[in-house]
């Protein structure tokens, strides 16, 4: 699992450096993480997860053992927090 | 808390929808048919000893409590939330209901009894001890279920809205405010 926040100071953390495995050319600076990486672990496994149901809230629920209303909510705060690091 | 005790307070994590008004409606079917023969009616969050009532009365008096309740929660979840089900208020509303059952059994215990105690009684200082008994350990346990349906209730409106902090508090208290006087109001209206 991609480490997402600095373990010093809980900040975001950012990409500093990407190599080439098959030439080894590094790629330096400081990228922003994806809004999908930058969520915790478990949003990652929801929004996975909700794709594999197709999108239906029903399977979800059904799956996770939770009410519709309930899943439906954890779904909104992943959406808040998308919209938060998109700003 | 642990999960198994979340059933106490908020069942709704787990059911909503036509599920918990299944659920909820058996219960509160069997509340109103103990709550007759215990002659006690139930509206809104109340709960009021009446003696000699009828099936009609009892039957309306419950319908009618959980329809304006329904109705009032619906049309401010519309207004200040998003994504809302009418069939999550619907279910989550009636199975909150299901403290009241506790209530109708002990209606149907002391109900009678509770009746006699008029206000004649506390005049003519016919009171006894077990009347007063009675009265404190009905008033007290009553409270508790009623504290406890409350807090079912706004955890309905809660899991069914995603409203969270002042926000849905406030609004959780206007809705069953207003709730409480149409319901008063319907029923001077109408009985």
């Given at each position: 699992m991609l480490p997402y926040l600095c373990p010093g100071c809980q900040s975001q953390l950012k990409v500093k450096s990407l190599s080439c495995k098959q030439c080894g050319t590094e790629v330096i600076g400081l990228y922003d993480l994806p809004a999908l990486a930058r969520l915790p672990q478990e949003d990652q496994t929801f929004i996975l997860n909700f794709v594999k149901c197709s999108g239906s809230l029903k399977d979800m629920a059904k799956q996770m053992g939770l009410s519709y209303p309930t899943v439906r909510n954890l779904l909104d705060e992943i959406i808040l927090k998308i919209t938060k690091y998109e700003q | 808390m642990s999960n198994k005790w979340k059933w106490v307070y908020n069942p709704f994590e787990k059911v909503a929808g036509w599920k918990a008004f299944g659920i909820g409606i058996v219960i509160l079917s069997i509340t109103t048919i103990v709550g007759y023969f215990g002659d006690t009616v139930f509206y809104g969050i109340s709960v009021k000893v009446v003696p000699n009532i009828t099936w009609i009365l009892a039957i309306s008096l419950q319908a009618l409590g959980l329809a304006v309740t329904v109705a009032v929660?619906?049309?401010?979840?519309?207004?200040?939330?998003?994504?809302?089900?009418?069939?999550?208020?619907?279910?989550?509303?009636?199975?909150?209901?299901?403290?009241?059952?506790?209530?109708?059994?002990?209606?149907?215990?002391?109900?009678?009894?509770?009746?006699?105690?008029?206000?004649?009684?506390?005049?003519?200082?016919?009171?006894?001890?077990?009347?007063?008994?009675?009265?404190?350990?009905?008033?007290?346990?009553?409270i508790?279920?009623?504290?406890?349906?409350?807090?079912?209730?706004?955890?309905?409106?809660?899991?069914?809205?995603?409203?969270?902090?002042?926000?849905?508090?406030?609004?959780?208290?206007?809705?069953?405010?207003?709730?409480?006087?149409?319901?008063?109001?319907?029923?001077?209206?109408?009985?």
């Open positions: - | 929660m619906y049309i401010a979840a519309l207004l200040f939330a998003k994504h809302v089900r009418f069939q999550d208020i619907l279910g989550t509303v009636t199975l909150s209901k299901y403290p009241l059952i506790l209530m109708s059994f002990l209606s149907l215990a002391f109900g009678r009894k509770l009746a006699s105690i008029d206000i004649d009684k506390f005049i003519n200082n016919e009171v006894t001890f077990s009347d007063y008994s009675l009265l404190l350990v009905f008033g007290v346990i009553s508790i279920l009623l504290v406890w349906s409350i807090t079912l209730l706004y955890q309905a409106f809660k899991i069914s809205t995603n409203l969270k902090g002042v926000k849905c508090g406030v609004l959780f208290a206007v809705v069953m405010l207003i709730s409480e006087i149409i319901t008063y109001v319907l029923i001077t209206v109408i009985y």
